[in-house]
């Protein structure tokens, strides 16, 4: 089965950069897209970030020109740069695979347990 390992959440401060990483583990064969997605309190779950395994890129409308989403694809990690940041940016990043294959199944989408991201103002 696989699993998604997200790191570098935290609190930053307006203006300020931070850097997510997820990587996916597990007899993985091939993951066609990963990304990341958000939700802030009350709010809907919305599209951060997408790339597929070949290099395109698909972005919020929030985050354009702010993020950058990149991926190795040896290593099944997908990192998400985040600059100047926004209060409103402020919410549990889901990072997420689709289209994987393993050595025993195929699984269309799967989703990280989250990781908190606070901007302060």
């Known amino acids: 089965q696989v699993q998604l390992v997200e790191s570098g959440g935290g609190l930053v401060q307006a203006g300020g950069s931070l850097r997510l990483s997820c990587a996916a583990s597990?007899?993985?064969?091939?993951?066609?897209?990963m990304g990341w997605y958000r939700q802030a309190p009350g709010q809907q779950r919305e599209l951060v970030a997408l790339i597929t395994s070949g290099g395109s890129t698909n972005y919020g409308d929030s985050v354009k020109g702010r993020f950058t989403i990149s991926r190795d694809n040896a290593k099944n990690t997908v990192y998400l740069q985040m600059n100047s940041l926004k209060p409103e940016d402020t919410g549990v990043y889901y990072c997420?695979?689709?289209?994987?294959?393993?050595?025993?199944?195929?699984?269309?989408?799967?989703w990280g347990q989250g990781s908190q991201v606070t901007v302060s103002s």
């Open positions: 997420n695979a689709g289209g994987v294959r393993t050595t025993r199944t195929f699984i269309p989408e799967y």
């Open positions: 597990g007899t993985i064969l091939r993951i066609n897209a």
